[in-house]
């Protein structure tokens, strides 16, 4: 069974940054595609970015894109989300997710039932 364990959440101000890191307990974590997804409250979970097991690909939903930063660290079982000039709309729990790329969903796949495995969540809270 794959344990995912977030960290780096908080209360930040508009403007701020904050880095979330993901560790995943597989074993081969290289054979994993990676996700993070946000659940504001009172709405719905949504894909916030994906990278593909390699690392090679990355991707990112349209609100996020040029502020935030998904990347991984296969020697540390790692994936991280680099958040830059937060905004209060930004304020939600955060979820790791994982599925692994051989059950051939494809990449880019944003749709949060195609992920296998997830974290407990974490929250970030922007202030204006």
């Known amino acids: 069974q794959v344990q995912l364990v977030e960290s780096g959440g908080g209360l930040v101000q508009a403007g701020d940054s904050l880095r979330l890191s993901c560790v995943n307990s597989a074993r081969s974590f290289g054979w994993y595609d990676m996700g993070w997804f946000r659940q504001a409250p009172g709405k719905e979970r949504n894909f916030v970015a994906a990278?593909?097991?390699?690392?090679?690909?990355?991707y990112y939903a349209d609100s996020v894109k040029g502020r935030i930063t998904i990347s991984r660290d296969n020697a540390k079982n790692t994936v991280y989300l680099q958040m830059n000039n937060l905004k209060p709309e930004d304020t939600a729990v955060y979820y790791c997710a994982a599925r692994a790329a051989a059950r051939g969903y494809g990449f880019p796949n944003a749709a949060a039932d195609t992920y296998d495995y997830w974290g407990q969540g974490i929250q970030v809270t922007v202030s204006s």
């Open positions: 990278v593909s097991s390699s690392g090679s690909s990355t």
